[in-house]
C-alpha cells in the first residue's frame, strides 16, 4: 500500500480526497495536516470521516505520496522541499498550473515561491496530457473550471474545427468557493439566487487561455503564435457540488456542419477515456455528483454555424480530489480508475 | 376602479398576476376562470390568495380588461372575441408575440387561430415600445427570456456600438417550467443540478431575433436586412423565481472601449425608466425577486473587446405577471408603476 | 406621516422592516442606524432598497417612532433613553421579553442595562395583548419560534382543553440565524441538510414558558402556579425563511374530542384577526412567504387523544418584522393591517 | 460471484441499489426489470449508472438473489413465486412489514397477495433482528421512518428507560416521496417550504408500534400487553435524501438522569455496530449522504425528564437500498459491511 498525506485537509477539496481515498485499493491515507485543526481527529472535524483513525498534525508525517489542497503560494513553499526530497505530490492548488511566473505573479498577487519547479510540473489535466502526468514527479491539478472548459473544447481546437473566438460561459455550486465562509456564500444570501462575477478577470483566464494556447493547431504558414480569445463568465448557482460549463465557438467552414459529425469527432477523441463521455443530449450536473464523470455533449446550431458544447462535472470529484487521484494513479503506474469507479450519487 | 379578469388563473403567471393586483390602487381583480378549477374558489386552490372573495369560473364574467394566461393557441381563441368586443386584453401566452403567423406556426406546430389580429397587437416591453403599447387595446407580453436578454442587449443595439454576433445565456428558475408537473421538474431531479435544454431552438429564440432585428440601426448604404446572428442557450437552475441573462456582443470599433463608457451608454438609455436600474457591480436575481426590476449591468471585457452584459429579473414578474400589469398601467393612462412599487423581497 | 427610524438596519430583521415600510400609508422611513455600515447609503447595502434616499447614519435623527434591531444587550442600552425622551418604541431584539431580570441574566448571559423599564413593556403578540400593546409606549416584540409556538397553542391552552405536557419541534430557514456569517450557515453545510440544534436549552424557552403559564387558566382550588412542562427543540432546515412549529399535548379528557372540535375552538378564538388563519388542512411554510398570515392547523390524533398543533410564519416577517409594524399600527392607533396587505409571494 | 436481480429498477430504491451492488465484492447485479421502461438499458434510463451493460426486462431472469423494490400489493404478488422457488429475496416494499394480514389490509387498503408468507417473514432491521435476519429467505426491508425512529428509540424501550407516551417528530428529503410526479413534490412548490403530512395515520405507524410494542419490555407482575402509545408526524423538507428523526419519550424516574447516562446505555447498545454510531452532539443528514450510517444523538431535557433522542440517516440507503444490501450480506452470511463502506458524500 502507497502511504498517503493531505496537506491541509480540512478544506472541502482535502477532505474530499480523504473520502476518496478510503475506497482506494493500493492507498491508504496515513497522514493529514491542517493548522487550525491540528491536534484534532480527522473525525472530529468531519464526522462523515469517522472511520478513519487519525489525527491532524502541523505538518505530514512520513508519506511516499502528497496531495496539497493547501491555499495558494502556501502550497509552493510546502510542496517544494517533498519534491526536493524525491516525494511525488499533485497540488491541487493554483501554485504550478501557470508556467510563466511572470504571469502568475500578475494573476494571484504574490511572487512565486518555487520558480525553479514549474518548469518540472505537469498540467494534471490527464485526459489531455498523459505522457507528461505519467512522467512527473509534480503534478498541478487542473483549476475546477479549465477542467471543465478543456474537456469540453479540446476536440474541437485539436481538431481544427473552431476558430480563436471562444466565449465559455460557466454555472458552480457553492463549494467551489471552499469552506471559507463569508456573505457571498451564506445560505440566505446564495439560496434563490444566481450572480455572475470575476467578469473583470477571473484566475482561472489565464490558466484555460494557457492550455488552449497549448494545443492550437499549427498549419503550414500560419503565424505561429494563434492565440484563442477567450471570454469566460462564472457564475454561482444554489447548489452545493457541480459545474456546467457551455462553450460558444465558431465552426471553420467546411469542418464539421452537423451536431452528429460534432458528436463523431468527440466520441473518437475520447474513446477509451474511463472518465470522460460523450452524450447525445443534454447532461445534469447531477449526473456526475460525487464521482469522477466527465459528461461532454457537443452540438450545433444549425441557425449561425456555431458549436456549442456542455460539459458537466462534479467541482470536488473531477474538478479537484477525483482529478488529483487519478493523476496519482498516472504517476504511481496503477490503473487510473483505482479508487475512483463508484457511479454517481442520484438523485 | 378599472374590473379586471384572469384567464386562467390556475398556473403561476396567472396566480402571480392575482398577487399583484392586490395591491393595485386603480385596478380591482373581479373575475377569474380556469376549467380544471372551475366551482372552486380562488382560495382553495391558492392560500396565499385567501384574502380574496372570488370563485373560479368557466370563462371570464364581464370586466374592464383582461389578462390572458392561458396556454399558446388556447388563448388566441379566447382572447379575439374580447378584442373584437372592444375589451383591452394583454396576452401573457406567445400566441401575439410573433408578427409573423407563419414563423408562429413553424415554431408552435400549430396554425394561429386569429391571425387577422397579429398586425393589430403591440409587443409588450414598454421600456422599448411604449407608444405603441400605449395606443393598443391588444398587447403581446414578452416571453420571460426575450424580456431579460432584450433589456440587456437594447442600449447597445441601438446605439450601435455592437454588431450582430450575439450569445445569449440564460440561467432560470423552475417556475419558468409553468406549473405542470413533469419529471424534470421533480424537487430530487431539479435540486442541486444545473442543465441546458433547447439547444436545438427553444421557441424563445424567434421572439429575441425578431425584437433585436426590428431596433437594428440602419445605416446610410448598409444592407436593410442585418439580421442578428444569436445563439440562445437557456438552463435550468435549482431555484424558484429568477432569471440572469449573461449576453456576449463584439463591440464596434471605435464605439465605446470601457465598462464606464458602456455603463454611460447604458444609463442614459434607461435615464427615468421605473423598473430598469443599470448598476455597477454583478447583480444578483434575489435582488429583484418578487418584484418588477430588471438590474442591469454592462461591462467591456477588455482582453477581447467584447460586450458583456447581465441582466436579472424575477421571471414571475418583470418576466410575466408585473411586466403585464405595467402593460396595463400604460394602455389604461395609469401611472405604469401603480401596482408593482413594492421592493423585492430578501434575502 | 410618522416619521418612522430603525437602529440597526443592516441585519435581516431591519431590512425587512424597511422593506415592509415601504409600502405604509401611514408612516415613512426616514433614519436608519447601523454602526458597521454607516456613511453608506441604503441602497449600496441592500440593493432591493434603491428606492429609498437614505444614508446610514451611525445614530438615529429625530424619529416620531422608532424600532430597535439591535442584538440583545445593545438594544436595551440603545432604548431606554429613547423611552425616557417619549419616543414610542418597538424593540425586536429579546431584551424586554422576559419580565425577570435575573431569568434574562441567567439565559442571556449579561446584566440588564435597563431593568427599571421591564415592568413598562409589553410583550407584542398583538393577538394575544392586544390591550397592552395599544396602551404602551415599549414594546418587546416576539421571538420567531415563541410568536409561531404561542400562536398555535393560545387557544388550547386558554381554553382549558390540554395539560401542561407540552412538546413544541419547530422548523426554521436559515435567515432566522441572522445575517452574520457562520460555518453553520455557509450554503454548502446548510444545504441538503437538517439538523437539531439548542437542545440544552434555547434562549426562546423561557420566553414560551413565561406567555405559556401567564395565560394558563386558574380554577377554582387548583394550585396557582401550575406551570406548563415545555420540551422546545428547534431545527435548522435548508431553506431561507420560515418557520413551522408542530405542538404536542395531551387533550384534557371530556373537553375537544375530534379535530373537527378542535378547529371550532381556534376558528372562534381567532374570529376577526386579520393575521392568524385557522385551516382545515395541514399548512406549508410557502404559503406565508413575505407576507404577515399565521396559518394554524390544530388536530386530534384519535389513536392517542393528543392535540397535534401544526403553525407557519415568515419568521422574517410575521416572526419579526411584520409582527413588529403590526405592533406600531396598534401603538398608534392606526389599523392594524396598515402596509401589511399584501399576500404572500408564491412560489 | 452472486447474481442478484433487482424488480422495478425505475424508481429510486430501485436504482440505488443497482448504484451500491456497483461496489460490492461479492455480488453482482445481473438482471433488472421494470415494466414501463423494459426493452430500454439501464443507461438510458440513468445516465450515472452508465457503467452497467444491462437492458431492462418486463421479468426479471435467473438470479440467486431478489431484491423487490415494486410498490406495495404489486410486489408481494411477485415475491411469493421467488420465494416457493428457494429464492432469498429481500422485500423493500411494506408487503411483508406488518405481520397481521388484516392490519396490512386496513392500512394499505388492499387484500394482502400472500398472507401465507407472512410468517415466514422477518423484519429487517439487522441491527435489533440479526438472528431472524440471517435464518430467512424472505426479509422485510423496513420503512425509512421506521428505520430512523426504530433505532433511534430501541436502546430506551429496551433499556427500560421510558414510558409508553412516545412521540415521533420526523424531517424527510422528497425522495422519498419516489420518483413519480405531482404537484406537492415539483420544485417550486417543495422548494422554500416545509409542511407537515400524514397527521391523520401515515402507513409507517402501525409497523413503529408493531416494532415498539415487540422490543417492549415485560416486567413481572406487569401487563402482558403495555402498548406504546405513539404519535408520529412526517414532514417534507426542501432536500433531496435523508430524514432527521426527533423523538420524544418520559424517562422512567430512577433509570437515566443525564444526557451522559443516556450516551453511555445507547453506547453499550450499539457497540460493535457498524453502521450505527452514537455521538455526542446534535448530528446532521449531511454527514450521512449517500451513506449506510445511521447517527444516534440522545439527550435528556433537564427541565421536564424527557429523553429527547435524534437519529439521521439517508433515506435511501439506510432508510431502503443500503439497509436491503445490508439484509442481503446478513442472509447470505457475507460481512455485512460488504458493499456499503463508502463514506458519506459531504459536503
Keep these: 500500500m502507497v502511504r498517503v498525506g493531505i496537506m491541509n485537509v480540512t478544506g472541502y477539496a482535502g ?3 480523504a ?11 496515513s497522514s493529514v495536516s491542517g493548522r487550525s485543526a491540528a491536534g484534532k481527529t480527522l473525525a472530529e472535524v468531519f464526522p462523515h470521516l469517522a472511520s ?4 491532524i498534525g502541523e505538518e505530514l508525517g512520513e508519506v511516499d505520496f502528497a496531495f496539497s489542497a493547501l491555499p495558494h503560494a502556501a502550497s509552493a513553499e510546502a510542496v517544494a522541499p517533498l519534491v526536493r526530497d524525491g516525494v511525488p505530490v499533485v497540488d491541487i492548488s493554483a501554485d504550478f498550473r501557470l508556467r510563466d511566473a511572470q504571469e502568475y505573479a500578475r494573476w494571484y498577487g504574490v511572487e512565486h515561491a518555487a520558480p525553479e519547479l514549474l518548469s518540472r510540473a505537469a498540467y494534471g489535466l490527464t485526459e489531455l496530457n ?6 512527473s514527479r509534480l503534478v498541478a491539478n487542473p483549476g475546477c473550471y479549465p477542467e471543465s472548459a478543456l474537456l ?3 476536440p474541437a481546437v485539436k481538431g481544427g474545427i473552431v476558430g480563436p473566438e471562444l466565449i465559455i460561459d460557466s454555472k458552480s ?9 463569508g456573505l457571498a456564500y451564506h445560505f440566505a444570501e446564495a439560496n434563490e439566487s444566481v450572480s455572475a462575477y470575476g467578469l473583470g478577470g477571473h484566475r482561472h483566464l489565464p490558466e484555460i487561455v494557457q492550455e488552449l494556447a497549448a494545443m492550437w493547431p499549427r498549419r503550414v504558414g500560419e503565424e505561429p503564435d494563434t492565440q484563442p480569445i477567450v471570454t469566460f463568465t462564472p457564475h454561482l448557482i444554489p447548489m452545493t457540488r457541480g459545474i456546467l460549463s457551455t462553450c460558444y465557438a465558431t465552426l471553420v467552414a467546411g469542418t464539421v456542419r452537423s451536431g452528429e459529425e460534432a458528436l463523431d469527432l468527440y466520441r473518437e477523441f475520447y474513446k477509451g477515456e474511463p472518465f470522460v463521455r460523450v452524450v447525445d443530449s443534454p447532461p445534469a450536473t447531477k449526473q456526475v455528483s460525487g464521482s469522477n464523470m466527465c459528461l461532454v455533449y457537443p452540438t450545433v446550431d444549425p441557425r449561425t454555424e456555431r458549436l456549442v458544447v456542455v460539459s458537466v ?3 470536488l470529484v473531477k474538478g479537484a480530489a477525483g482529478q488529483a487521484i487519478q493523476n496519482m494513479n498516472a504517476m504511481l503506474g496503477l490503473p487510473e480508475t483505482a479508487g475512483l469507479e463508484t457511479p454517481a450519487v442520484y438523485p
Excluded at 476518496?20 to 493500493?26: D, G, I, K, Q, T
Excluded at 498523459?130 to 512522467?135: K, L, N, P, Q
Design 52 to 55: 478513519y483513525d487519525l489525527t
Design 173 to 181: 455550486g457553492v463549494s467551489g468557493a471552499g469552506r471559507a465562509v
Design 15 to 17: 477532505a474530499e480526497l
Design 152 to 154: 469540453a473544447l479540446a
Design 19 to 29: 473520502r476518496l481515498l478510503y475506497a482506494h485499493p493500493e492507498a491508504q491515507l
Design 130 to 135: 498523459r505522457e507528461a502526468v505519467r512522467s
Design 313 to 315: 462535472i462534479d467541482n
